[in-house]
């Protein structure tokens, strides 16, 4: 039965469907920009690295099935161990050699990404570590002032010229011989 009331639910699926296709068209229309990019200033190896991957599988694929297709004309048998033995096995090994190798390239890429931002910091702690000397010199100027001691709490006179505390004179009265 179709409801008429809720025309929210008969257009529901189209609406994924065309979102799908936008996206995939925003995509693509983004590969091609980022491809014909002379600047290089983004690294496009990484969206594009999927697409190289189920093409260099397909292209595997078919080349094994050749070889398969050529030993059945060569010897039925021979045919058949390409086809159940050596093809599947040649693919296996293939496939994973290309994975790891898109593996590392993708590794390289992402290390390249991070060393560019860890840079972009450095600049920033370049600019701010002249702010280090800056405040240090500032207390030392402040030290210098006599009224900034008494306005934190210091005594402006040095320990030594500083009458002794009660609990340094009893430790004094205590150690002096009778």
Not at 46 to 61: C, D, H, K, T
Not at 101 to 118: G, P, W
Request: proline letters at 6%; hydrophobic letters at 45%.
């Amino acid at each position: 039965m179709v409801d008429n009331k809720n025309p929210e639910a008969q257009e529901a699926p189209p609406r994924k469907v065309n979102e799908k296709l936008r996206r995939g068209f925003f995509w693509i229309v983004q590969y091609w920009r980022e491809l014909f990019n002379f600047r290089f200033d983004k690294y496009m190896i990484i969206q594009v690295l999927p697409g190289v991957y189920g093409i260099a599988l397909a292209a595997i694929a078919m080349g094994l099935l050749y070889l398969c297709v050529e030993a059945f004309m060569a010897s039925t048998w021979r045919g058949l161990f390409y086809f159940f033995v050596a093809a599947p096995v040649t693919f296996l090994v293939l496939a994973s050699v290309l994975r790891a190798l898109l593996e590392f390239y993708m590794v390289v890429f992402k290390i390249s990404e991070h060393v560019d931002e860890l840079v972009g910091l450095r600049d920033t702690v370049d600019r701010l570590s002249g702010i280090g000397d800056t405040v240090d010199e500032m207390v030392s100027v402040t030290r210098r002032i006599p009224f900034w001691r008494v306005l934190s709490g210091r005594s402006p006179t040095p320990k030594a010229e500083r009458p002794p505390r009660k609990e340094e004179s009893r430790k004094n009265q205590k150690d002096k011989p009778e």
